[in-house]
């Protein structure tokens, strides 16, 4: 089979799949990027769809990490790069018919079965587990919540029985005053006059 780490290396997660770049897959193949462009373009009916192959955006290369390593290589961005799915890979051999393009794709179409039986061999969590801990949780805090509403509505009883209170002390207080006696005038009186 042969050392893959070198192809999986160059195996990206874009766009939410796993693709090669053009620069990489030239080099890969033994050929120059603008070759396997120009055969890319004259076959374009093969790579229809984002699922074999699609160029990157500006903005894209901008974000990605990619773009970062393209100019350290000293690679010229003048031209967007192509990112070739595994469907797009595999296209390319019928495109690239040398024999040592022939045994890249196969290496190449190695790896990316290999990514393929890593993600599908990762355990799943429990979701059992997780959703029992999850309807424990909810439960706590459903049972919080209520307390928190009791205690409240039990404060503004009580609240509302004190503002009654006071309200009916007020009410007491204004009906006494009309029913006394004038009351004497606080402050400092003359009564007397000064020599």
Do not use: W
Request: hydrophobic share 35%; glycine share 4%.
């Amino acid at each position: 089979m042969g050392n893959l780490d070198p192809i999986r290396q160059k195996i990206y997660e874009i766009r939410g799949q796993r693709v090669m770049l053009d620069f990489d897959l030239a080099y890969a193949y033994g050929v120059d990027t603008s070759q396997l462009k120009r055969q890319v373009r004259r076959n374009i009916e093969r790579f229809e769809g984002e699922d074999f192959m699609f160029e990157f955006t500006r903005e894209e290369l901008s974000r990605c990490q990619i773009g970062t390593m393209n100019i350290k290589r000293g690679q010229n961005i003048k031209y967007l790069p192509f990112a070739f799915t595994e469907l797009g890979v595999a296209m390319l051999s019928s495109v690239l018919r040398t024999p040592s393009a022939i045994q890249v794709n196969r290496s190449i179409m190695r790896a990316f079965v290999e990514f393929r039986h890593l993600a599908s061999s990762l355990p799943l969590p429990d979701t059992s587990a997780d959703i029992a801990q999850l309807r424990k949780d909810f439960e706590e805090l459903k049972l919080d919540i209520e307390d928190i509403l009791h205690d409240q509505n039990d404060i503004n009883e009580s609240t509302r029985l004190q503002l009654e209170n006071i309200t009916l002390a007020l009410a007491e207080m204004q009906a006494g005053t009309q029913s006394r006696k004038p009351r004497r005038k606080i402050g400092f009186r003359q009564d007397r006059e000064e020599n």
